[in-house]
Nanobody, 125 residues
Framework: QVQLVESGGGSVQAGGSLRLFCAAS????????MGWFRQAPGKEREGVAV???????SYADSVKGRFTISQDNAKKNLYLQMNSLKPEDTAMYYC???????????????????WGQGTQVTVSS
């Protein structure tokens, strides 16, 4: 079993920045895809960004150019640098990982097996 713990959330004004961190621990993680998802009140969980162990990344259109996903391959830790934050970015942010080896990392939350508890990001206008 792999445990994921997120941190780094908080409250910022529009235009500000936050950096989220996800620490992976537990059973040796052998998958090659990790990602960040978010869920706003009253909305479904949506993909934000995914990263493959070879460095390949994919972003939701709504965050392209503003968010950057990165990974510490040695420890399988995951980061999300969020710049130029907007009120519509307000949500609970979740780290996710999957033990399978993917040719292309999925963007569907149903394809990810391990989840963290989430960290809240609130952006005020």
């Amino acid at each position: 079993q792999v445990q994921l713990v997120e941190s780094g959330g908080g409250s910022v004004q529009a235009g500000g920045s936050l950096r989220l961190f996800c620490a992976a621990s537990g059973h040796t993680y052998r998958g090659n895809c990790m990602g960040w998802f978010r869920q706003a009140p009253g909305k479904e969980r949506e993909g934000v960004a995914v990263i493959k162990s070879d460095g390949g990344t994919s972003y939701a259109d709504s965050v392209k150019g503003r968010f950057t996903i990165s990974q510490d391959n040695a420890k399988k830790n995951l980061y999300l640098q969020m710049n130029s934050l907007k009120p519509e970015d307000t949500a609970m942010y979740y780290c996710a990982a999957d033990p399978r080896l993917w040719a292309v990392c999925p963007s569907n939350q149903a394809d990810f097996t391990y989840w963290g508890q989430g960290t809240q990001v609130t952006v005020s206008s």
